[in-house]
């Protein structure tokens, strides 16, 4: 205790201030007692309590606060203390100030004991902060006291600080817990509740933690203990959180992909195996699943997925009236040219505008609540096949880089189930054709049998009679008119058998691609006369009226005469056999620069499916059975055209019957 007179000179001290202070007697005398001033004293002003000191002596009463005093300051020995102190003014009768009391006390022990209090509470939260399992602490009304970042994190707030702030109700509107299974974790049933019940500590509880505000799942194993006072009756719950959700994440997804992978090695059907695909995912990665594949003609949704049927339908009704645009910038579109995966965590509003065709669309799409989606390449190799999307809706789900990791993974190997499926329907298509090649073949040499067995029975009848003849001296047969008659019955016979020999001959040499040709300046005016000319007879003895348009002029082209000429007996046989004795009109016309020959007849004509296939190896049209032929003429006909770098085609007549057309590159001089 030190008294001061209210100008701040020391008046006397005590023996409690000397030993607190420690300043030899010497310098109490001659200095303290003397000259100094403790108003005036400088240090007390560094120290930030000179004005308080000043305050005292004008009579108020000063609580001091807490200084650190260092005796090495003033040069004197000593350890280096805690004080704090109080001013009492001391006034006469009359209410003058008299003399302040200051009184001194050392603190420095309490102040150690509550440094190191501070430091080791510090460090113990420090720990805490630092451990990645949650440590959660509620009182008995389970309001949270204490939480450390991993737990504030783990119940889905930003900052422990949130989380000791929010309302329970604001706590439990936070997320829903479920168990293991999937089953709701009733309240009374939380670990820390139970705990807190009496019912003894509750150890590794898994529990499954939904965000309901982010959509995120978590997973934590959860124990917690309860904390009793001294009567024994709990207080406090401590809780201790372990986020096993990456572990969860990869057990779920190791399970899904095998699963996926064991469906689709099943599947061998191209349709079934997208189906599967789109199935698989929903609902395990997504409420919408659809499926885009590049087909030849252009790119096609062949798979959509929902839980929902009625979603569903609404959907295909949706594509129906807004089908997608496959020039998009982004989305499936856009995975599909460049084969590299797209996510969105949360679908922006925006998004939805641009991919909305107008603004009735744009508030169906905001109406279905599409919140989250990926879109991954179906790739083989360096090859996009497809996309499959995945959307989050009313899950709440938000895909996140692990789940696009899964989602591409999934992509791969239904690339390699379909591009499996697609060969196996390759090869099954090459099965049929050749099913099919094989049953033409048989047909081909049915007919050929009979085709040249007809012929051959003819001619061995005729011979057959005339053996019988000669051996009965019956001479008949030999007269000039009877015989001339059946030489040339006999000659035909020949011919059909010659022709179907050579056109069977030509076959073989288009097989191997021996069909050679010459390449000479033909008149194509002189070689339809002539080719005419030859079936003169033929028109005459089955009264068919020939007209012709064949006008002078310049009608060469390149070519082999002979096979020029085959096309053109071909076409002209078949308007005989066809037409039904009807007029044929046969022209020679220009255009452009090829020279055209036109054939019509007006026969029995052919359907307008069967205009093409005529000219495939051995096409016949069913309905002319009656009529003998292998199938193979217009087949023959259109590899020579092909190979004068021509075209050769048939067009139905309005009036029935058909007019084949010939076009070959003019020789025009140059
Ligand atoms: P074929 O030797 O059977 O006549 P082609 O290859 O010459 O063989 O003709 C193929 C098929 O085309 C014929 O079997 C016939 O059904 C049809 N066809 C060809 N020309 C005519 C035509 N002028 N009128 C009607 N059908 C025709």
């Not at 001194?104 to 440094?115: G, L």
């Not at 024994?232 to 990869?250: C, L, Q």
């Not at 989305?331 to 922006?348: C, F, K």
């Not at 001339?484 to 097989?511: A, P």
């Amino acid at each position: 205790m030190q008294l001061l007179s209210p100008d701040g000179r020391t008046l006397a001290v005590n023996d409690a201030w000397k030993d607190l202070w420690k300043i030899p007697d010497e310098i109490i005398q001659n200095y303290i007692l003397k000259d100094y001033n403790v108003g005036k004293d400088l240090q007390l002003d560094l120290k930030g309590i000179g004005h308080l000191i000043r305050k005292g002596l004008s009579g108020e009463t000063i609580e001091i606060p807490p200084i650190l005093y260092d005796p090495a300051e003033t040069g004197l020995a000593g350890e280096p203390k805690w004080v704090t102190g109080y001013m009492y003014p001391i006034k006469n009768l009359s209410g003058e100030l008299e003399e302040i009391v200051l009184t001194h006390r050392d603190i420095t022990q309490t102040k150690k004991a509550e440094e190191e209090l501070r430091r080791s509470r510090d460090q113990l939260q420090f720990i805490f902060e630092g451990v990645l399992d949650g440590i959660l602490v509620q009182d008995k009304d389970f309001r949270p006291i204490y939480a450390n970042e991993a737990a504030a994190r783990m119940c889905g707030f930003e900052s422990p600080q949130k989380l000791i702030s929010a309302s329970i109700e604001e706590i439990l509107s936070s997320f829903e817990i479920r168990d293991e299974i999937g089953n709701p974790l009733p309240g009374e049933e939380l670990p820390a509740r139970h705990a807190m019940s009496g019912k003894g500590s509750q150890e590794n509880v898994v529990m499954r933690v939904h965000n309901l505000i982010t959509g995120e799942e978590t997973w934590s194993i959860v124990s917690a203990k309860a904390i009793n006072d001294e009567k024994g009756i709990p207080f406090m719950a401590v809780s201790i959180f372990r986020d096993i959700t990456a572990d969860k994440k990869r057990q779920e997804r190791v399970l899904f992909l095998s699963e996926a992978t064991n469906i689709l090695s099943m599947s061998l059907d191209y349709r079934e195996t997208l189906n599967k695909i789109a199935k698989l995912a929903v609902p395990k990665l997504a409420d919408w699943c659809s499926i885009d594949v590049m087909e030849e003609d252009g790119p096609k949704t062949l798979a959509v997925a929902h839980a929902d049927p009625e979603m569903l339908k609404f959907a295909e009704e949706l594509t129906l009236k807004y089908p997608p645009d496959w020039n998009a910038p982004t989305g499936s579109p856009n995975v599909l040219r460049t084969g590299i995966a797209e996510l969105y965590p949360i679908i922006p509003e925006e998004l939805l505008e641009k991919a909305a065709q107008d603004p009735e669309h744009f508030e169906i799409l905001k109406k279905l609540g599409l919140k989250s989606a990926m879109i991954v390449p179906l790739k083989l190799k360096d090859q996009t096949m497809g996309t499959i999307t995945f959307i989050g809706a009313e899950s709440g789900r938000v895909y996140n880089e692990t789940d696009l990791e899964m989602a591409k993974e999934l992509g791969a190997r239904s690339a390699l189930a379909l591009e499996n499926a697609k060969l196996y329907r390759r090869s099954e298509q090459l099965t049929k054709d050749l099913q099919n090649a094989l049953n033409a073949r048989d047909e081909f040499i049915s007919v050929c049998s009979h085709e040249l067995k007809t012929p051959i029975t003819s001619m061995k009848l005729q011979f057959q009679l005339a053996e019988k003849m000669l051996a009965d001296g019956d001479m008949r047969f030999f007269e000039k008119g009877v015989a001339e008659k059946r030489v040339i019955s006999s000659n035909r016979q020949i011919d059909r058998m010659v022709r179907l020999i050579d056109e069977m001959l030509d076959i073989s040499r288009i097989n191997v691609n021996k069909l050679d040709m010459e390449k000479l300046p033909l008149d194509m005016r002189e070689i339809l006369e002539e080719t005419l000319g030859r079936f003169e007879n033929q028109f005459k003895s089955s009264s068919i009226e020939i007209t012709t348009d064949l006008p002078e002029g310049n009608w060469f082209i390149t070519g082999d005469k002979f096979r020029i000429e085959q096309v053109l007996s071909n076409i002209i046989t078949n308007a005989i056999k066809y037409g039904g004795s009807k007029p044929i009109s046969v022209r020679l016309l220009q255009n452009e620069n090829h020279v055209r020959i036109e054939i019509s007849d007006s026969g029995i004509g052919i359907a307008t499916e069967d205009l093409e296939r005529i000219f495939n190896r051995f096409e016949r049209v069913a309905s002319s059975k009656n009529i003998t032929g292998l199938g193979l003429g217009l087949f023959i006909s259109k590899q020579i055209v092909l190979a004068h770098k021509g075209k050769i085609w048939a067009e139905r007549q309005q009036s029935g019957g058909t007019t084949f057309i010939v076009e070959l590159p003019s020789d025009l001089p140059s």
